[in-house]
């Protein structure tokens, strides 16, 4: 079946760098995308969405990228800090669904 | 505001017991969802509510039943746990199809 991946597993960064995560889909009918933040022992947290209408958006240090040619999805995190390590999950909207596909998380560990 | 609540914390079964676990959500949400998450995985889909009286099965129902009964609150039941049940359940909420779904501080659950 058409699932949400990710390229990598781990990503490991330093301060004050940026951060790129990666992430494929398959399906092409998914209209809408989230990328969560989820720290140890909590709950994902909402960072930011996109819709298939656009390509780019940004938020407080983050941007999202969607390029529908080849199915990628990206979150670029400015000035990386140590609050900024934890999983991160990209995630569709399941075409004609009520719920949202997830994929398997990106761990991204910064370094001082 | 509490968002989303969940009850219990932490909890340790025998194979063969049962158990509820109950989400609450304070923001008026129609739609309410179960996830599990286990080690290296995303989140997957259990059962899903788009408003007060109904329910759907999401990606893995098999095992769980859930109710509906009050707008605000989503129960999460387990007639005969198994060991292959252990693992960390969120609720999640959302005020439509799609957004934001607002994450509980999920149920670690350990089935011996």
């Known amino acids: 079946g058409e699932s949400v991946g990710l390229h990598l597993p781990t990503l490991s960064v330093q301060e004050g760098d940026n951060s790129i995560i990666n992430c494929a889909y398959s399906n092409s009918a998914s209209d809408y995308f989230i990328w969560y933040k989820q720290e140890s022992g909590k709950g994902p947290q909402f960072i930011i969405d996109i819709r298939s209408n656009m390509d780019k958006r940004q938020g407080q240090r983050v941007t999202v990228l969607l390029n529908k040619t080849v199915k990628h999805l990206s979150l670029q995190i400015a000035a990386t800090q140590p609050g900024d390590s934890a999983v991160y999950f990209c995630?569709?909207?399941?075409?004609?669904?009520?719920?949202?596909?997830f994929g398997k998380g990106t761990s991204l560990l910064v370094t001082p | 505001n509490a968002g989303v609540t969940q009850t219990p914390k932490f909890r340790v079964l025998k194979t063969g017991q049962s158990m509820t676990l109950l989400c609450a959500q304070d923001?008026?949400?129609?739609?309410m969802y179960w996830y599990r998450q286990d080690p290296g995985m995303g989140l997957r889909l259990i059962h899903y509510s788009v408003g007060e009286g109904t329910t759907a099965k999401g990606e893995v129902p098999d095992g769980y039943n859930v109710s509906r009964l009050k707008k605000q609150n989503f129960l999460l039941g387990l007639e005969s746990a198994a060991p292959s049940q252990t693992s960390v359940y969120f609720c999640?909420?959302?005020?439509?199809?799609?957004?934001?779904?607002?994450f509980g501080p999920g149920t670690r659950l350990t089935v011996l």
């Open positions: 999640a909420s959302s005020s439509g199809q799609m957004g934001e779904q607002f």
């Open positions: 923001m008026n949400h129609e739609y």
């Open positions: 995630a569709e909207n399941i075409p004609g669904g009520y719920a949202l596909n």
